[in-house]
């Protein structure tokens, strides 16, 4: 048997103790969120009213460092720490001089990265007297990710869906269902969200979260919580980023370029913040890719505007590249990368030009998801073959190059509740929706009036 590593283990002891804020790295001051109604600047009691106050902390915070409650991190070693693998079969079958890495978040119980963030929010929440939780979810993953935790933690905890994933993916439903979760079709009649919805019946992300928010804003003993995009999910995140450093010590390299699917940034931000926080801090020069669909092309086409989160206007004003609030992407199998605005860290980073992104079409990242599985034997999610397809076309252009550049990448979950969407792709049935101008120019007309140009 050869003596080359395939996977690079950590022990639970090496489960970081804080989690890293980049915001205390980023140029210059960072933009603000505004009021929805005053659209002045806002601030933490804006958001007291469906977040816990240590929640709220976190999201202010501009300390380099936050502690991690040592009840989190009891709860983390569950699954934590994830392996780093080396793909050396994939390499193979490319036939490319580049290494290739990729830590790997499926292990965790709910199939991906979700849990590194319900479980500190379901936690703060239990702190804080809260008996329910409401939250949208995408293709399933972060909302069986919250039931998880908020079972954990002794919280219900209410679920909407988006519609095309809540039709797609109907064994996500049975996973939040298990844990104890209370799963409804969005958009639902429950809400005024949801029937002011009701000809969008695919549903989208933006319109989840206003049905979630919507309740939870009316009710004193619940709060929302939010899966992606906000800055402390990403701060939970970084638990991911850090172990892949000390993982790739014991590989003895350095990555040239890491890789990450975007939808709201919390996989992306997860993997990306502790290694370019090197840059910013040590000259490193290590590149950053973020991988997103081309059928809600959000940092490759959208705007970088003051916009809501929602879309009804529920939350606050963010600054990040954006679609329109009230745009509905098509019904991609890529159900978590369905949101048309993206974390205002990560637009931050890609205004400066500290990140690159790129755009993929549904049927070429699924090439690269049969390649990847068919290779490594990892099912990948719909999401993270966009990554795997950035990968593959930098180990092309290191092949076309020769050189031996390291490439890292995160897959961020497993796919096995995603199969239909394999079976249509193997078909020859599988669509591949694209965004166009006309969107696009929906989009900039809908931006909201009398907030500042950024």
């Not at 638990?239 to 892949?244: A, K, L, N, S, Y």
């Not at 086409?301 to 009804?312: I, L, N, Q, R």
Request: proline share 8%; aromatic share 8%.
């Amino acid at each position: 048997m050869s003596r080359d590593a395939t996977k690079y283990l950590l022990t639970e002891d090496r489960i970081p103790t804080h989690w890293v804020n980049l915001m205390a790295d980023l140029p210059g001051e960072p933009l603000p969120p505004l009021n929805p109604q005053t659209k002045e600047p806002a601030g933490p009691p804006d958001l007291l009213a469906i977040f816990p106050e240590s929640l709220v902390l976190q999201e202010v915070s501009a300390e380099p460092e936050v502690e991690i409650p040592e009840e989190v991190r009891e709860a983390y070693k569950l699954w934590r720490p994830t392996p780093l693998y080396r793909a050396r079969r994939l390499e193979q079958a490319l036939g490319t001089p580049a290494h290739i890495y990729y830590k790997y978040e499926g292990v965790s119980p709910s199939g991906s990265h979700k849990p590194n963030t319900a479980i500190p929010q379901a936690y703060e929440n239990a702190r804080a007297g809260i008996r329910k939780i409401t939250t949208e979810t995408g293709a399933g993953q972060w909302g069986s990710s919250l039931a998880f935790a908020c079972g954990m933690f002794g919280l219900e905890c209410e679920v909407f869906m988006v519609g095309s994933s809540y039709d797609q993916k109907p064994y996500r439903r049975s996973m939040m269902e298990t844990w104890g979760a209370t799963v409804h079709r969005s958009p639902s009649q429950l809400t005024e969200s949801g029937r002011a919805n009701a000809a969008h019946d695919t549903g989208s992300l933006g319109i989840a979260i206003s049905e979630a928010v919507e309740i939870a804003a009316q009710n004193e003993d619940i709060n929302y919580a939010l899966g992606s995009v906000l800055n402390h999910v990403l701060l939970h995140q970084t638990v991911i980023g850090q172990e892949t450093i000390a993982q790739m010590e014991m590989a003895g390299e350095e990555p040239d370029v890491v890789i990450a699917c975007v939808g709201g940034g919390s996989n992306f931000g997860g993997l990306v913040f502790p290694w370019l926080r090197r840059n910013l801090r040590e000259g490193a020069t290590t590149r950053f890719i973020g991988a997103e669909p081309a059928a809600c092309p959000t940092l490759t086409k959208g705007v970088y505007a003051y916009d809501f989160g929602d879309t009804a206007g529920f939350t606050p004003l963010m600054p990040m590249y954006t679609l329109g609030h009230d745009f509905v992407p098509p019904p991609v199998h890529a159900g978590g990368l369905r949101y048309h605005g993206d974390s205002p860290l990560v637009s931050a980073l890609v205004h400066e030009g500290l990140v690159e992104a790129r755009a993929y079409r549904q049927s070429e990242t699924f090439a690269a998801g049969v390649q990847f599985a068919r290779t490594e034997g990892i099912i990948p999610a719909p999401e993270p073959t966009h990554a795997i397809r950035a990968v593959i076309e930098e180990a092309e252009a290191a092949k076309e190059a020769g050189d031996e550049r390291v490439i890292l990448f995160g897959l961020c979950g497993h796919g096995h509740f995603d199969l239909s969407a394999y079976d249509a792709y193997l078909a020859g049935t599988l669509e591949d929706p694209d965004f166009s101008q006309d969107e696009m120019d929906r989009a900039i007309a809908a931006l909201p009036d009398g907030v500042p140009s950024i």
